[in-house]
């Protein structure tokens, strides 16, 4: 069993659906938990970070991280034709390097 | 946010030619770099740990003679693959740790692209 796991997709929206990404992991002394966005052939950026279990959100993004389950998401609102991209879960706990899943495709369709 | 740069950002090589690939961070202290691998629709791959002033650590399966890393400063990092062939093809990303930061926040440089004929 790999340490997180993620649907590599593809996955194909129309603009203003409703994104939910996910990532399974297998390690419970994650307490980090991030999502990066990364466009073909970029590094990742950082969209969001949280730290043990609970919501975020930030703008159109709501992560949702439950511990008990060691299942995280990410939900984009009002997709947008930008948001199509690579979507990295990645994980830590304090001091320690971070773990991504292989990422999901997103494309967004006008 | 912090500011990683990486150049060159494409660079195509002959196989058996060394090629040095610097990652800087240009607002911030760096005292850890990081250097990723990622092969096309796969996700990165950590290969080594750049701490300024020390030897990198290597992850399990990565050849240190092969991939030689310096961090001779708090801002720079370089990455060396030498004797190159066409499997270490790949997209090499740096990151640079945030020593202020509470959970130790990594920015990822944009990439670069090395291609060995």
């Known amino acids: 069993q790999k340490e997180v796991e993620q649907d590599p997709g593809p996955l194909s929206v129309p603009e203003g659906a409703i994104v939910s990404l996910n990532c399974t992991y297998s390690?419970?002394?994650?307490?980090?938990f991030m999502w990066y966005r990364q466009y073909s052939r970029k590094g990742p950026e950082l969209l969001m970070y949280t730290y043990s279990s609970g919501n975020k959100e930030d703008g159109r993004f709501t992560a949702q991280v439950d511990k008990s389950s060691k299942y995280i998401s990410l939900f984009i609102r009002d997709s947008q034709p930008s948001d199509s991209a690579t979507y990295l879960c990645?994980?830590?706990?304090?001091?320690?390097?971070?773990?991504f899943g292989p990422g999901t495709r997103l494309s967004v369709l006008p | 946010g912090a500011v990683v740069s990486q150049h060159p950002s494409r660079v195509i090589c002959k196989s058996g030619t060394s090629v040095k690939i610097e990652c800087r961070s240009l607002d911030f202290q760096a005292t850890t770099m990081f250097w990723y691998r990622q092969f096309p629709k796969q996700s990165l791959m950590l290969m080594a740990t750049?701490?300024?002033?020390?030897?990198?650590?290597?992850e399990q399966g990565v050849e240190k003679d092969k991939f030689l890393i310096n961090h001779a400063s708090l801002t720079l990092s370089t990455l060396t693959v030498t004797s190159a062939h066409p499997e270490d093809s790949s997209f090499y990303i740096c990151s640079a740790r945030v020593r202020t930061s509470a959970w130790n926040e990594q920015f990822f440089g944009p990439g670069t692209r090395l291609t060995v004929l």
């Open positions: 390690n419970s002394a994650f307490q980090y």
């Open positions: 990645a994980m830590s706990f304090y001091g320690q390097n971070f773990v």
């Open positions: 750049s701490n300024e002033g020390s030897k990198a650590t290597y």
